[in-house]
């Protein structure tokens, strides 16, 4: 059936218009420069319901291929089985979907872009990564170490690379699709990375003393040939100021790179925001972050556009950290921090009371405090540990 803009009784076909035919006649051109606009603003959800709206159009737009059309805008807020909830940081759009496909795998984890990272059920349990939006899988030869459970994972492109943060050892791991393993990079406890954000074409982290590392080539006849996993390995490229008591969080925030230290004690002073200059390979102070909310956990860390969800405050920093109630129940301490004036408030977040007693949150704020906390256990290690 033609997508039509419109109906007219009584229209001759000899006096039919592009109107009259409907949205289905726009020239190939035309369809092909509006497809462009949505997968150059990495609308992938938006490009896929654009290529359903009629044949001409799909045949007009070009088929998604392995690595490309890639999310990076979106979250996976919750997953119960095979139904995911995802929310997109800068339209405010949630989603839910169903993928029966689930079903089949292991379920490891998510990237922060909304890739999904799943395990064969069979050995050697070769890792795939779904795209949910596409249907696509990248299909790695490479299986996951024990690793307990993943804090936080990206993808990225030419060549196709898996990066995974290794929440129980602490390490960053890497593989490409044809890797028979993956690399891995993990060094003493004061420098273990804690929180990675692709940008670029490069994957950055941070470690607990505040440096900050990417991959680099490891020989310059690599940089102009072929790059793999084996031929790039992690380095330090802004060294740390010496923040040996704050946390720090490192994320993608609006087109840009930051990294926020908070220090242990507010005896010692109030977070600083600063900007990664990743051409200089310096830090610029921030005094202002806009209309951008900042969501930091001990296991991830959210920039979403406040302007596109009610009850979130834009300009503002909500530092999420686990408390132990006197009953010993779960909760978390909430702190907000305007960025501008400089001012923070202190929230209990006590999960036993969220919803009547479900455990369930009922505000945006309580919803993405509680993803910057999640973390996913390998299903495969659950079902093979005997403890």
């Known amino acids: 059936m033609p997508c039509t803009l419109s109906t007219q009784r009584g229209a001759r076909p000899a006096e039919e218009t592009a109107a009259d035919k ?29 290529r359903a709206v009629c044949p001409s159009w799909r045949s007009a737009t070009k088929e998604a291929k392995p690595g490309c059309f890639q999310p990076s805008k979106w979250a996976l ?29 292991f379920f490891v984890g998510a990237t922060g872009g909304g890739m999904i990272i799943l395990e064969e059920p069979t050995p050697p349990n070769q890792v795939r990564v779904l795209n949910p939006f596409t249907g696509l899988i990248l299909r790695f030869k490479a299986s996951l170490p024990t690793i307990g459970w993943v804090s936080e994972a990206a993808v990225t492109t030419s060549p196709i690379m898996l990066f995974v943060v290794s929440g129980k ?10 890797s028979e393993h993956f690399q891995e990079f993990g060094v003493a406890y004061r420098n273990t990375p804690l929180f990675m954000a692709p940008f670029g074409r490069k994957v950055y982290l941070s470690d607990q003393e505040g440096s900050i590392l990417s991959f680099t080539v490891t020989s310059a006849t690599e ?33 840009e790179l930051l990294l926020v230290t908070r220090p242990w004690y507010e005896i010692h002073g109030k977070p600083v925001v600063r900007r990664v200059d990743t051409e200089r390979n310096g830090l610029e102070m921030v005094t202002s972050i806009g209309n951008r909310a900042l969501f930091l956990g001990d296991a991830k860390c959210l920039s979403i556009d406040a302007n596109k969800l009610q009850g979130i405050e834009g300009g503002c920093i909500y530092f999420v950290d686990p408390v132990v109630t006197a009953d010993n129940g779960r909760a978390s301490l909430m702190t ?52």
């Open 223 to 255: 940089e102009h040939s072929h790059r793999s996993a084996q031929t790039i390995s992690m380095a330090t490229t802004i060294p740390s100021a010496g923040h040996f008591a704050w946390d720090c969080y490192l994320m993608r925030s609006g087109g």
């Open 169 to 178: 050892a602490g390490n960053i791991m890497w593989a490409d699709e044809d």
């Open 77 to 105: 807020l919750d997953r119960h089985d095979n139904i995911l909830t995802f929310v997109n940081v800068e339209t405010g759009q949630f989603l839910v979907k169903n993928i029966p496909l689930l079903r089949k795998y």
């Open 336 to 387: 907000t921090f305007r960025v501008a004036d400089q001012v923070q408030d202190d929230i209990i977040l006590d999960l036993a009371t969220m919803a009547g007693g479900s455990h369930q949150p009922f505000t945006l704020a309580q919803v993405f405090a509680n993803y910057c906390r999640s973390i996913y256990s390998s299903e495969r290690e659950a079902l093979t540990d005997p403890q």
């Open 22 to 50: 409907g949205w289905s006649s726009l020239p190939d051109d035309l369809v092909i420069k509006v497809g462009n606009c949505l997968l150059a603003d990495n609308d992938i959800y938006s490009h896929m319901n654009f």
